[in-house]
């Protein structure tokens, strides 16, 4: 249900997916001596400002992400390589969709936490029901206390739906956030399979540790139990690049 509302894409490969067809088109040459942070927080190539996939002034909201962005481009060798370059990708996502599309980006946000991870719980074994107890109710209890409200958990497959006054607390909560927050919570959460585990994050209430284990409760019962696939385990350590790259991303914010 929730793979429905959100595409399994997150914000970094989309991005990556539109700035460049990787399978028919080269990685471009470096082009430039020097990436620097201008006066106004753009990123500049020789002294050229750099523009985002749709063509805007890639700008920065403070010196610390502008520094760090300017880095990635310092740090590229003979090639521009995109995949090296995750702070720039989501800077560009910031500008070029959270921005012009910030209701659409904050309602996917709102339809995830509608049917949000850690509020659909095992009825067995009774193991794992201990553990999602454990590992979530203290993320359900935050948010509770954080939007006044109450989710509503399931403890079986069957879809439980939140409260209206649920959903409209959370949105407001959510369009409190500016563009680059915003990108950063929608790619969490995405990555998380929480919007609850992703804005707990923005708001420093749990570590990238805690979050992480939260997100995987399930996945990690069922290695303990069967062990662990080899594909499955690559693709859970390059969501895991992606989701500290985001994490650094939101921490500079």
Not at 84 to 98: C, E, S, V
Request: include cysteine; aromatic fraction near 8%; charge should be negative.
């Amino acid at each position: 249900m929730r793979a429905a509302l959100m595409s399994d894409e997150t914000e970094d490969e989309r991005w990556e997916r539109l700035s460049q067809d990787r399978v028919d088109r080269p990685l471009p040459r470096k082009f430039y001596k020097l990436a620097m942070v201008g006066d106004d927080l753009s990123i500049l190539l020789d002294g050229r400002a750099v523009k985002t996939p749709l063509k805007a002034k890639l700008f920065l909201p403070n010196a610390r992400l502008a520094l760090a962005v300017a880095a990635e481009w310092n740090a590229q060798d003979k090639l521009i390589n995109p995949a090296l370059m995750p702070l720039t990708k989501l800077a560009n996502t910031a500008i070029d969709r959270a921005g012009p599309e910030r209701e659409f980006v904050a309602g996917e946000i709102e339809s995830f936490a509608a049917n949000d991870l850690v509020c659909y719980r095992a009825d067995a074994p009774q193991t794992l029901v201990d553990l999602q107890n454990m590992i979530w109710n203290p993320v359900v209890v935050w948010a509770d206390q954080q939007l006044g409200v109450k989710f509503k958990l399931s403890h079986s497959i069957r879809h439980v739906a939140q409260d209206d006054a649920t959903l409209v607390a959370l949105q407001h909560h959510v369009t409190k956030l500016d563009h680059f927050q915003l990108t950063a919570v929608h790619n969490l959460t995405s990555l998380t399979g929480s919007a609850l585990i992703a804005l707990m994050l923005q708001a420093r209430a749990t570590t990238s540790e805690e979050a992480w284990a939260a997100a995987h409760v399930d996945e990690d019962f069922q290695i303990s139990t069967w062990g662990q696939d080899d594909e499955a385990a690559k693709r859970r350590k390059n969501r895991k690049l992606d989701f500290d790259a985001t994490l650094a991303f939101l921490n500079f914010l």
